[in-house]
């Protein structure tokens, strides 16, 4: 296997866009990858998607965008992995190049919620249909069930959930292709709308349109196109039951757990050698889970943590989600995965404008699926 | 929901039908066909107990389409005698008044009522006890 860089990077603005189709968004994103990268070709295409089919009834998106990209005859192939779809494109991206099947390679990563699809049936296709989602159980749902048992476990408090979202908008209001770029209070969070208890509506990332793409190459030629690649330290992906109830507990993401140590292991790194990470905060508990089961804090500490600043952008200890995260900037599923990708390139790179993390070096990235039956996790380092 | 599949998982929403590996005892809910656990593909089919107790809950206020007249009703996940897991509504008591660990019994009710022409859908739900 040899070294892959990422050389550019593109995203469409997330938000509700009503006056772009799918096509459109997918191939915004993919040419400013293109162009920010300075290649004249690419040899192969993937494109994340969680479910085209049910929210735009389109499928084959691989064709689909190859087409209206005007990149045939390439090979160009949809990866699915529910909400990790676009961390999972990502890394097919990065196989195919580490394998020297490829030189140049787009990651991209899209979906179209607002096209007027039932966005709550939809995502739950991402759990257990028959054992889970004929029950009645929502993903707000299910997030909720691993809040009220991480809160009855370790006593996380309803304040330390808000305090995720309160930092997430915080971040995001400085980020411009943010869906939503206003701060809001603890109050706010704590008086908005009950979704499924205890989460309320501000504990949610948003239903968005968005498409975010990447560029990878082989590190040998990388410096052809660019002063200032971004190393791929590690590429490592998971699974545990589809089923939460199945898990071997309520309060960790095993799947999380097992991808972080792999990554550790592959990147020669430790927990403290990462200087900030974008983390899979589709609702405030998970980033408070999460940010434990990545070896950032001890079991049980995450809600404390965050509500202390160690994970806040200006004094944190580990800087957590500096783009607004899910919650703020948005989470067009399929797109979720590249677009954390390209705020490690930009963090990486220096380019992160008002959010710049301090000293950014080595940045993690961990995009999951479903209630944490898939798991991604990448370690970015600038060279 | 089409009528193969609802007819298929009779067994084990009717039944609570599980299956038990013959060889490492592993219960499997839903069956399955090959024990990751030992790798043996031989089982037999089981009854699950019908009590244990709650291990975490939610209220949904937001509800799927075919649940939308039902708000609020809570969801769990229950632990059964056998050690078996399952996510469960839990009725016939005040969502308010729910604290993880009570001891739960399930019972036959209907569940929804799906699809176009309304197809009425049963299954198990647990009632605090």
Known sequence: ?383 | MISPRYFREIPQRYRLEANRCKKCRMIYFPPRQYCGGCKSKEFETIKLSDTGKLLTFTVIRIAPSNFSKETPYAVGVVELNDGVKLTTQITDTDPDKLEIGQKIKLVFRKIQDEGKSGLHCYGYKAIVI
């Open chain 1, 1 to 383: 296997m040899r070294e892959v860089a990422v050389i550019g990077a593109g995203m469409t603005k997330f938000g509700e866009l009503w006056s772009k189709s799918i096509k459109d968004i997918f191939v915004e994103a993919a040419i400013k990858a293109i162009e920010n990268a300075g290649v004249d070709h690419i040899d192969s295409m993937y494109v994340g998607s969680m479910s085209g089919g049910l929210f735009v009834g389109q499928e084959h998106l691989g064709a689909v965008m190859a087409d209206y990209l005007g990149v045939n005859p390439i090979p160009a192939t949809r990866v699915e992995s529910a909400c990790a779809s676009g961390g999972v494109s990502f890394r097919q991206a990065y196989f195919e190049v580490a394998s020297g099947q490829s030189d140049i390679v787009l990651a991209g990563g899209v979906e179209k919620m607002t096209d007027g699809a039932d966005v709550t049936d939809i995502l739950a296709t991402a759990a257990d249909q028959e054992y889970e989602v004929y029950q009645g159980i929502t993903f707000p749902g299910l997030y909720a069930m691993i809040a009220n048992a991480h809160m009855h476990q370790y006593k996380t408090t309803r304040e330390q959930l808000a305090a995720v979202a309160v930092k997430n908008h915080r971040n995001g209001s400085k980020n411009p292709n943010a869906q939503f770029r206003s701060e809001i209070s603890a109050d706010t969070v704590l008086n908005s709308t009950l979704v499924a208890d205890p989460l309320r509506l501000l504990d949610c990332s948003p239903v968005s349109d968005g498409g975010a793409a990447v560029v990878l190459c082989a590190m040998d030629i990388a410096k052809k196109f660019t002063d200032s690649p971004i190393r791929i330290k590690a590429s490592v992906q998971a699974s545990d039951t589809i089923a939460l109830h199945s898990r071997r507990s309520l309060t960790t993401l095993d799947a999380v757990v097992r991808a972080a140590e792999k990554a550790y292991i592959q990147s020669n790194l430790k927990p403290s050698d990462i200087d900030f990470a974008e983390v899979h905060d589709c609702f405030t508990i998970a980033e408070i889970v999460v940010s434990e089961d990545l070896g950032f804090f001890e079991k049980g500490c995450g809600g404390v943590s965050v509500q202390e600043g160690l994970t806040s952008l200006e004094s944190g200890r580990i800087p957590i989600n500096t783009s607004g995260g899910l919650k703020s900037k948005g989470h067009p599923v399929g797109a979720t995965g590249i677009a954390q990708i390209i705020e490690l390139y930009e963090q990486l790179q220096g380019r992160a404008g008002s959010r710049q993390v301090k000293n950014a070096h080595i940045g993690m990235a961990q995009n999951m699926g479903g209630s944490g039956a898939s798991c991604v996790i990448h370690i970015l380092e600038a060279i």
